[in-house]
Nanobody, 124 residues
Framework: QVQLVESGGGLVQAGGSLRLSCAAS????????MAWFRQAPGKEREFVCA????????YYADSVKGRFTISRDNAKNTVYLSMNSLKPEDTAVYYC?????????????????WGQGTQVTVSS
């Protein structure tokens, strides 16, 4: 069982930056594929980005490519989402997700564990 706890959300002006963190429990964090998803009010959950066991394998949604960066620190059991040039349309609850033993890609059903989410609000 893996527990995921997100932090770092908040209110930021358009053009600003935030860094989200997702702390994972468990001793096998390095074997999990990790991802960030987001869900805006009234919309379906949307893929943001994913990372494999190392930072050599990353994948981004077109909407965030070049602005967001996913990274991980296996020694700290933590995955990060650095968000720059934020836009009002980035406003959503951001969720961290983990898939045991494999890269998860962009489909939510592939992920085994989910955090509770952290709110990101970008004002115009």
């Amino acid at each position: 069982q893996v527990q995921l706890v997100e932090s770092g959300g908040g209110l930021v002006q358009a053009g600003g930056s935030l860094r989200l963190s997702c702390a994972a429990s468990g001793r096998t964090f390095s074997s999990y594929g990790m991802a960030w998803f987001r869900q805006a009010p009234g919309k379906e959950r949307e893929f943001v980005c994913a990372i494999g066991w190392t930072e050599d394998s990353t994948y981004y949604a077109d909407s965030v490519k070049g602005r967001f960066t996913i990274s991980r620190d296996n020694a700290k059991n933590t995955v990060y989402l650095s968000m720059n040039s934020l836009k009002p349309e980035d406003t959503a609850v951001y969720y961290c997700a983990a898939r045991a033993g494999a890269f998860g890609g962009s489909f939510p059903f592939r992920y085994d564990y989910w955090g509770q989410g952290t709110q990101v609000t970008v004002s115009s």
